[in-house]
């Protein structure tokens, strides 16, 4: 169940659907509807179309299965329905669509106007947005889809400094024109082999990186045919770079390659450019890159056609021409194009069914979720930088009516067994076959690709046995001689390259027979007639169960009591294969006695549910002995197959289990455990005094040794009080309340599994309420330091200190008439305060009182204008220690004039001018303490 979507291709999906999906939602989907995947939960009833593009994806409804899986022999349970993308609406994977029958031609026409012209006549896809593509276009379209015909286009008017491409937006429109305005041309997004993360700007994934290397398209020069025939044949060509050339023949001569590349279809106009695009596709070594990264959920950082950086240095993943900054490192990755990513379907997403008459149907309650990793592909990627297609360019000149003949089956086909992920059995087999010539006797030289398909075969005969027909309802059987429906369902695909001759099919239900047919098809898109219906049984369940784990044994004179944790004896709980049916039980005198039919005491079921529930098994035997006897149990799947026994475990009889004693009494209880429900009339204690713990009516109440109460759970309203400390852990990663022994209000933070962690606590000096903010302590050369935050009544102080509270640098303090900047250790060289007289400046320091100035700093710094005067005086507002010395500038009209300060005291200065000032004047000053 997964999504693979593929730049300017169809791609594919497919979802299961569980057996409880109702049939009115069942019979709502109907094929050609559309399935929107959306991230987070979404009312769908509210949102409608709007989901057409909040979706993260958006499919086309084409294929449903509706049959049994095989697992749980209840017919009807396994609904799967899957589909291929938007980008179908423009033609699919058989050419069907809308084509152009008649010639379409256009002529020195722009970008819009052609893609606009190429677009399907039924109004399937309309026009989004159309980026300006600089250039016209000249050419003719017939017997093409509009998706091959628009692919063309952008191919065609591609530059290698400017590709050009298309998309399908999930509300049927589509946009078209440079990358730069359809992709993410500058990665937001980074997958690297180690050191995964978030950073300001980018986003690392972890992921695994193959890369597979070849020479075998490599090019030097191609001479493409065009439109024409015989002599009237047009070519366009272009030759490789030299300097992209490194190889050498045998005898030392620069290595040539000519390729001949045919497209009929394509006009002289177009021919050179057409030869100069087929040929970047070859120019340098054929290299195919596979990411898988474990990270699923990449929604948001990337989709095809966006740019990623890739980072893996072992492999050679590495580009000097690149180079960016990664939590703190400097990285040189390769840019690549994103062709094509798998990603699953998981739980919190929305899945949206809409009708072709615009009804919308949720179906997210009903999808059977997934997890798993997501593949990247990207392609020849040096090629993809430089093109914007990676599909091979054009067709022959002449029509190709040469039709594949059918492929032969090897059989008898091979299989196997074997269980999946979720600990079900199932099956696989591999398909092999001969290769086929043309119907005409000729060979195929064209062969493009196989198509398998499969289904279940409904005229074979499904017996069942009696344990089988133990778990379903005599309604619910079919006539005698088929207790079980033969499953249903349509044909599934599978496509084979051509040059393989044999497929491995799997997830198939064990011992169901399939109906199988092949046929091949030709790269000009020729298939062949299906071959004859092949029938085959797939491997039935053969696998038995693990051992399981030794049972717990309690004994009583007339029965042991069983008990087992569906564990695998090589440990662990629960743990056994999901097809478990029920467990034997067998018991002897002897430990390494071989269970058989008369050691054989009983058998207890245990199924998947009580796997994932984590529900033990529970059974009792009678065996009346008092002496020791030994337990083994073994462990069978619904096909039948036993597991070995597992390792014996005794018991001696010690016990008489509650069935078998008519009342019971405090006074008999003495060890042991009680499992019943009991009314208590008063009270539960374990002690009358010291410390003790009480339930009774009023709730759950805890004592200390000196009888004071430390925890007190009311029944009433669900309070809870708690004296001494509150701790979510004792060692890792935990929260602690009140750690100290004295309680003071203090709450610690253990981030890591180490002994540093944050607090918060709160203080108080008389009857104030101080609250400290606290980081983890660091070590800054000799000094221990951490970051405080502390709030009191009248201050609020941000500083680095160390463990004696000193500061140590920078600090910021705010009181209600101040806020200050400082340092205590001379780390900085500059103090400013801001006092309700003012900002107070100084050589270079700021200062927190007019008193704490010292001879030579500045105190007032001013600009005043001073326009038609020739005298000004200016007051301190405050009588100074001491007379000061002020400093004066007159600028006037943008002219500096004579000026001197002709009186200065404690409490201001005048100042003379040698002429009157004219408009625009103003006096500029510094004063400093003397």
Known sequence: MSVNQVLTALGRWQLELLPTTPRETLDALVEFGHVAIIPGRVDVRTAGDGLLTA??????????????????????????????????????????????????????????????GLLPASGAITVGTLYSVTGTYSGTHQWQTSRKAISYVCDTMSTTSVPVSWRVNGNGTIDAGPESNLFVTTPQCAIVRRGAGEDMSLRALPGQLNLAQDVEDFTTRVVLLAQGEGESTATGSADINPGLNPYKDIHGNTLVMTRMVSESATSQTNAT??????????????????????????????????YVWAYDPDKGLIDTGNEIVFRGQRLNPLKLQVTETTWPVTAGHTVAYRSGAGTWTDLTDYVAFEQGTTSVVVGDFERQLNNSSAEPVGSRPNADTSIPGIPTFVTPFSGAAYLDGKGFTRSRVIVAWNAPNNTDGSSILDGDHYEIRYAVDTDLIYPATWAQLSQVRWM?????????????????????????????????????????????????????????????????????????????????RIALQITHTLGKATGGTYNLEADIHH??????????????????????????????????VVTTVQVEETSARYVRVVAVDIAGNKSAPSAAA???????????????????VTAGTISADWIVGSRIKTSDTGARVELNSAGLQAYSAAGTQTVNI????????????????????????????????????????????AYIN??????????GLNSGTFVVGADTLYERLYLTPNSIQLALVDLDQNRKGGYVAISRSAASLGNTDGSLDYYLSVHDDGLILSSGYF??????????????????????????????????????APVVTLADSGALKTTQVTSANTTGFTASFSAAASGGANLAFWIFRV
Not at 281 to 301: C, F, K, N
Not at 585 to 614: N, R
Not at 650 to 668: E, G, M, R
Not at 721 to 744: A, K, Y
């Open 476 to 556: 619910d059987l079919q006539e005698w001689r088929q207790p079980f429906a033969a499953p249903t369902g349509q044909w599934l695909t599978v496509y084979v390259a051509w040059g393989d001759t044999s497929v491995q099919l799997q997830d198939l239900s064990p011992g169901v027979g399939y109906d199988v047919q092949i046929r091949a098809v030709d790269k000009a898109g020729n298939a062949g007639n299906w071959s004859g219906t092949t029938t085959f049984v797939a491997t039935s369940d053969n696998i038995p169960p693990s051992t399981p784990a030794a049972p717990s044994v309690a004994g009583s």
């Open 762 to 771: 709160a203080v108080s000096t008389g009857t104030d309420a101080n609250l």
């Open 583 to 616: 467990l034997e039980v067998h018991v002897e005198y002897e430990p390494t006695f071989t269970p058989s039919t008369t050691t054989l005491k009983g058998k207890v079921s245990a199924t998947s549910g009580m796997l994932q529930a984590q529900i033990p």
């Open 847 to 884: 200062h927190n009182y007019f008193s704490a100035l010292t001879n030579r700093d500045a105190l007032f710094v001013g600009y005043q204008d001073v326009s038609g005067l020739t005298t000004v005086s200016f007051g301190y507002g405050t009588t100074m220690a001491s007379t000061m």
């Open 714 to 757: 009311a029944s009433a309203d669900g309070s809870v009080s708690i004296v001494g400390q509150l701790l979510s852990g004792t060692t890792g990663r935990r929260v602690e309340i009140n750690p100290t022994s004295t309680l003071l209000p203090e709450i610690r933070f253990y981030p890591t599994s180490g002994s540093n962690y």
């Open 650 to 668: 005794t018991a001696t009889a010690l016990l008489i289990d509650d069935a078998h004693i008519s009342d019971l009494t405090v006074t008999k």
């Open 55 to 116: 979706a993260r994806y958006v499919g086309v409804l084409r294929t449903g299965t509706r049959a049994d899986d095989g697992r749980t022999k209840v017919p009807g349970d396994k609904v799967t329905i899957g589909g291929a993308g938007m980008e179908m609406w423009l033609g699919d994977e058989d050419d069907k669509g809308s084509v152009f029958e008649n010639a379409t031609q256009f002529s020195s026409a722009s970008f819009a106007t052609t893609i606009t």
């Open 273 to 306: 450019v057409r030869a100069q695009l087929a040929l970047s596709q070859w120019v340098g070594p054929h290299r195919a890159l596979t990411l898988t990264t474990a990270d699923y959920e990449i929604d948001g950082s990337f989709s095809p056609g966006d």
